[in-house]
């Protein structure tokens, strides 16, 4: 049987496929099934794999060298699609809005490109098709089946509405930051509202929680880092007349710089807990501790945007933002002292990610493709 090539792959038709059959984390099975007959056509090697959902692929050079790992996720959001597009989302309340269907077909595309030139490739190249990113611990999850062994550098990519089609985003340092979340209790003591008296009530201390915690880290960090303090939700009481024993809110801490995540989560817990002690109430806290930063190594980003501009793509300064990535976990997590880069794919739009009515354009697919089984090929000689 003749194998596949990615000349010979319907590119629009699969994108439009994955489009309107998205899947939200862990459960991205037909995805995964739709991945799988493709590369079992295309001939690749399949790596074990421990996950109900994703997979991975390893394409060997036959000349030597070192090995690279190339990140694409396949998760959906909750989120109804609200464009007009043709292939829109068939799956209600679900949707492709954060571009993970242009980054599954373009890392496809660039595994079968490599697979076809393994005679001149050296090194080996691990592609990686990741479930659950958009729950923050997939990445977490791949690589404790040991899959970064050896890996020297890890590679991933991410579209934006904010670069046109045929433009990279490319800068050194952090990119995105760390993703944490918090829950707070505040436990008082219930009674009548005609009788305060009586009681101690936790609304106006979990009031000023909500006021002065944001601010906390501003003052406690760098004012010179970026970093950011929500309140997303708070919750107390059930009547018009009656004190509530307990008042809850929760959010999230975002940071650049990995430190100042550090020294602002201990400013949070001392402030909290002084805080409701000195006004006789209690205090419970529950962290979960996130991906880290995403950070790009220079050598990286220099020799991928020199490679770019090579071959006809415009470089620019990727923005910053304080949304996170678990592609972070790689670096932090895997093989030590391998270097990481994360690309920013320019698709055009009107919209950005996270959007109901965001649209990657097609377009840059073919462009993405080719450009990364070059980079790859490139980096391994």
């Given at each position: 049987?003749?194998q596949?090539?990615w000349?010979?792959?319907?590119k629009?038709?699969?994108?439009?496929?994955f489009h309107?059959h998205?899947?939200?984390?862990?459960?991205e099975?037909?995805?995964?099934?739709?991945l799988?007959a493709i590369l079992?056509?295309?001939g690749?090697?399949?790596l074990?794999?421990?996950?109900?959902?994703?997979?991975a692929?390893?394409?060997d050079?036959?000349?030597?060298?070192?090995?690279?790992?190339?990140r694409?996720d396949?998760?959906?959001?909750p989120?109804?699609?609200?464009?007009?597009?043709?292939y829109?989302?068939?799956?209600?309340?679900?949707?492709?809005?954060?571009?993970h269907d242009?980054?599954?077909?373009?890392?496809?595309g660039a595994?079968l490109?490599?697979q076809?030139q393994?005679?001149?490739l050296?090194?080996?190249v691990?592609?990686?098709?990741q479930?659950?990113e958009?729950t923050?611990?997939?990445?977490?999850e791949v690589?404790?089946?040991g899959i970064?062994?050896?890996?020297s550098?890890?590679w991933?990519?991410?579209v934006?509405?904010?670069?046109?089609v045929?433009?990279?985003?490319?800068?050194?340092?952090s990119?995105m930051?760390?993703?944490?979340s918090f829950?707070?209790?505040?436990?008082?003591k219930?009674?009548h509202?005609?009788t305060?008296?009586?009681g101690?009530?936790?609304?106006?201390?979990?009031a000023?929680l909500?006021?002065?915690?944001?601010?906390l880290?501003?003052?406690?960090?760098?004012?010179?880092h970026?970093?950011?303090l929500?309140i997303t939700?708070?919750?107390?009481?059930n009547?018009?007349?009656?004190i509530?024993?307990?008042?809850f809110?929760?959010?999230?801490?975002r940071c650049?710089?990995?430190?100042?995540?550090?020294?602002?989560?201990?400013?949070?817990?001392t402030f909290?807990e002084?805080y409701?002690?000195?006004?006789?109430a209690r205090?419970?806290?529950l962290?979960?501790?996130?991906?880290?930063?995403?950070v790009?190594d220079t050598?990286?980003?220099?020799?991928a945007a020199?490679l770019?501009?090579?071959?006809?793509?415009?470089?620019?300064?990727?923005?910053?933002?304080?949304?996170?990535d678990?592609f972070s976990?790689y670096?932090?997590l895997?093989a030590?002292g391998?270097l990481s880069?994360y690309m920013?794919i320019?698709?055009?739009?009107?919209?950005?990610?996270?959007d109901?009515?965001?649209q990657?354009d097609?377009a840059?697919?073919?462009?993405?493709?080719?450009?990364?089984?070059?980079l790859l090929?490139?980096r391994l000689q």
């Open positions: 049987m003749t596949l090539t000349e010979g792959l319907d629009q038709g699969l994108f439009r496929w309107q998205p899947e939200l984390g862990h459960a099975k037909a995805t995964t099934a739709r799988k079992q056509q295309a690749l090697t399949f074990p794999w421990q996950l109900p959902t994703g997979l692929v390893a394409i050079g036959a000349q030597p060298g070192k090995t690279a790992l190339l694409a396949i998760d959906a959001l989120i109804t699609e609200k464009t007009e597009l043709a829109k989302s068939q799956n209600p309340g679900c949707m492709h809005a954060c571009g242009f980054h599954m077909t373009a890392v496809l595994a490109l490599l076809a393994r005679a001149k050296h090194g080996r691990l592609v990686v098709f479930p659950a958009e923050s611990g997939g990445a977490a690589l404790q089946g970064a062994r050896g890996v550098e890890y991933g990519l991410h934006t509405n904010a670069l046109p045929g433009t990279l985003g490319l800068s050194s340092g990119v930051a760390s993703v944490d829950k707070v209790t505040v436990t008082g219930g009674t509202g005609a305060p008296e009586k101690n009530n936790p609304l106006p201390i979990l000023a909500v006021q002065e915690l944001p601010v880290a501003q003052r406690k960090a760098d004012p010179l970026a970093k950011v929500s939700h708070v919750e107390g009481g009547t018009w007349n009656v509530p024993e307990t008042a809110l929760e959010g999230t801490l650049q710089d990995p430190e100042d995540r550090a020294v602002v989560k201990q400013a949070f817990y909290v002084k409701t002690a000195a006004r006789g205090s419970e806290i962290w979960h501790r996130g991906p880290a930063p995403v790009n050598e990286l980003i220099e020799f020199e770019a501009r090579h071959n006809g793509w415009q470089v620019r300064p990727v923005e910053l933002s304080m949304a996170g678990d976990y670096k932090e895997g030590p391998a880069a920013k320019g698709v055009g739009g009107a919209h950005p990610i996270h109901p009515a965001f990657a097609p840059a697919l073919e462009p993405t493709a080719q450009f990364l089984a070059a090929t490139a």
